[in-house]
């Protein structure tokens, strides 16, 4: 969400963001109704200081019947008023939420992810001088993951990891957390339900509010009991990310400014529906709907500047676990076709997976400047005193699926055996440096 005198003031560039960005944004019809909404807040201020004045003029004695009469008239007045207004808010917020942030100059104009930029390349991917197996052989092979029970038991999409397999996720989330809490960042488990605003706020909503059509989140349909016995109708999400839950912890706070930069690392399970990816990657651990993952926020100073830094030290961060696996990756500079309304610049990774003969996302980063902030009302008070409303980062140091897709095909040996990186071997059980057939 942006300030409306921000947008009435930059118009022009709004709309250019809101083009390259794919939104559908009528910009001129939400100026109409800001200016409508203005009018009306104003006539109603005006009408209740003239009742505010009508009832202390009659407290001098009994009101008169003018007195009464006039009183009962602007209350009908303010009703319309307000009903008038109700209603314009009601349309000048399913704009507003519309309304996307201007990207950095620097991020590449295009229609879609098949325009994002390369920036950089770690070097030759793996080679093998014998016949690659995939995840799934891999994970039968080796007794380490159970595609069939998966399904049968959670549905489609379903897995089982077991054996050595559980132990290198465990391993991989155990290893990416140290590495953040060494970096300065708190640890946090967060809470993987939470309310509608959480999600609302950090933009996980194509809209105001959840929409199953679009919106990738699992809803719980069921009603919650409170301490008190009463049951609780509000809605409650699954999140895809800890993201949101990191990002609301400060929700409707003001902050010092000597306190930031607050950075956080949080391991969650993570559940997303994939509706937008119907017959995508139907096969395997690379598109699934459960999940964990280790995810970076910062919150900050506004300031730009301090904040592309951070931004690239939190990329940095997963370039350096990429490393340290011995996984071949590359970074891309995401440009406007495939960012969301409320990201300002956005990087990708992307661990190369021998069975796809290509790359494959392995984390997001991800600066949405004060948008997010502004929905979740995270503010900070300045040394001079003054409010202003803080900045929000995001990145993924590693999610589990596709960390260890790369890790078995990149890692695996001719005698279908494979190979755990050095890392991560403290995190196994007695150490172990290999995974074996049984």
Sequence with gaps: ???????????????????????????????????KRRDLFSRVDELRSERNKLAKSGKTGKP?????????????????????????????????????IIPSADTPVGKSEDENV?????????????????????????????????????????????NEGANLQMAIMIYAFNKLVTKGFTPVIPPTLVREFV??????????????????????????????????KEDKFLIGTAEPSLLAYHANETLKEGDLPLRFCGFSQCYRSEI????????????????????????????????????????????????????????LQICTGDMSAGKYKMFDLE???????????????????????????????????KTKVAYMLNNTALATPRTIIAILENHQQSDGSVNIPKVLQPFMPNNISVIEKK
């Design 118 to 162: 390369e920036i950089f390349n770690s070097g030759p991917v793996t080679k093998f001088d014998f016949e690659p197996k995939d995840h799934i052989m891999l994970g039968k092979d080796l007794d380490i993951i159970d595609f069939d029970r998966g399904v049968k038991v959670a549905g489609y999409r379903g897995y089982y990891l077991k």
């Design 276 to 331: 937008g990816s119907y017959g995508k990657d139907t096969k395997g651990m690379y598109r699934v709907h459960e999940f964990m993952k280790v995810e970076q926020v910062t919150i900050c100073p506004a300031d730009i500047e301090l904040s592309d830094k951070l931004h690239g030290e939190m990329v940095a961060i997963s370039e350096e676990l990429h490393k340290e696996l011995g996984l071949p990756y590359r970074k």
């Design 1 to 35: 969400m942006l300030d409306i005198k921000y947008i009435r003031e930059n118009q022009k560039e709004i709309k250019k963001a809101a083009k390259n960005k794919n939104i559908d944004l009528d910009l001129n019809k939400l100026l109409e109704l800001d200016e």
């Design 199 to 232: 999600l609302f706020g950090s933009g996980y909503f194509a809209g105001e509010t959840y929409n199953a059509e679009v919106d990738e989140i699992y809803k719980i349909a069921n009603e919650e009991i409170e301490a008190d016995g009463k049951k609780n």
């Design 351 to 385: 661990a190369w997976i021998p069975s796809r003969q290509g790359y494959g996302e392995t984390g997001s980063a991800s600066n949405f400047l004060d948008w997010q902030a502004r929905r979740l009302n995270v503010k900070y008070k300045t040394k001079d005193n």
């Design 64 to 100: 008169s019947a003018e007195i009464i009469s006039k009183g009962k008239k602007l209350k009908v007045s303010i009703a319309e008023v307000e009903e008038k207004l109700v209603s314009i808010e009601a349309d000048y917020n399913k704009l507003m939420v519309l309304v996307p």
